[in-house]
């Protein structure tokens, strides 16, 4: 079985009004081993450490020829747009506005 991972573009947090970090693609492996509860801590964990691991590419192209160059199986997950709120600065002051 082939590793699996999924390509994205991350979104920001809703901590950020920037768009910073979110330039970069990721490509992020998929998870091949179920968590369980550490018994003497009780943090969850796995055996796994490839989930561990994210690597960052400039461009789509970039990630894609990686992950085909290894031998990955990879999904891309496209970015969505943002909804774009345009307002002009004197709608704060209208006489008719919402409160």
Request: charge should be positive.
């Amino acid at each position: 079985m082939a590793t699996q991972a999924r390509i994205y573009k991350p979104s920001r947090t809703a901590m950020q009004s920037g768009k910073a970090k979110t330039k970069a693609w990721i490509l992020e492996f998929e998870p091949s081993a179920a968590k369980r509860p550490d018994p003497l801590m009780g943090w969850s964990g796995s055996s796994d450490t490839a989930g561990q691991v994210q690597l960052g590419f400039e461009t789509l192209e970039e990630a894609e020829a990686y992950a085909r160059r290894m031998g990955i199986d990879y999904a891309v997950a496209a970015p969505q747009a943002p909804a774009l709120k345009l307002r002009a600065y004197a709608d704060n002051f209208r006489y008719d506005r919402v409160r």
